[in-house]
């Protein structure tokens, strides 16, 4: 499975963006996906995640309200949504997907694909 992850970019405080994760290859084996960010220094964090099977979501804190994860299953693809972005936001995201763990995980170690990252950078 390999994931390619879109849409990062420059905004303004308040402004939106949506990043999409297009998974190719074996993707009947991805169970999750979910997006991360990294900030400088930092261990990568856990922002949403979203099962392939159902509706089943979920955000860390500070994205609850302002962050929509989805996918569109005809076009094999996952969003981020990120709406009223904040300078504290900025952060490299990763897309990520499991095909080991059949439900939502909030942790970074279960998932066995990575995307390469994309910037995305909130000015105040």
């Known amino acids: 499975v390999q994931l390619q992850a879109f849409g990062g970019g420059l905004v303004q405080a308040g402004g939106s963006l949506t990043l999409s994760c297009a998974p190719s290859?074996?993707?009947?084996?991805?169970?999750?996906m979910g997006w991360f960010r990294q900030f400088p220094g930092k261990e990568r964090e856990f922002v949403a995640a979203?099962?392939?099977?159902?509706?089943?979501?979920a955000y860390t804190d500070s994205a609850k309200g302002r962050f929509t994860i989805s996918r569109d299953t005809a076009k094999n693809t996952m969003y981020l949504q990120m709406n009223s972005l904040k300078p504290e936001d900025t952060a490299i995201y990763y897309c990520?997907?499991?095909?080991?763990?059949?439900?939502?995980?909030?942790?970074?170690?279960?998932?066995?694909?990575w995307g390469q990252g994309t910037l995305v950078t909130v000015s105040s």
């Open positions: 990520a997907a499991t095909s080991l763990v059949h439900t939502i995980v909030q942790t970074a170690r279960p998932y066995d694909y």
């Open positions: 290859g074996r993707t009947f084996l991805i169970k999750t």
């Open positions: 979203i099962m392939m099977t159902g509706d089943s979501t």
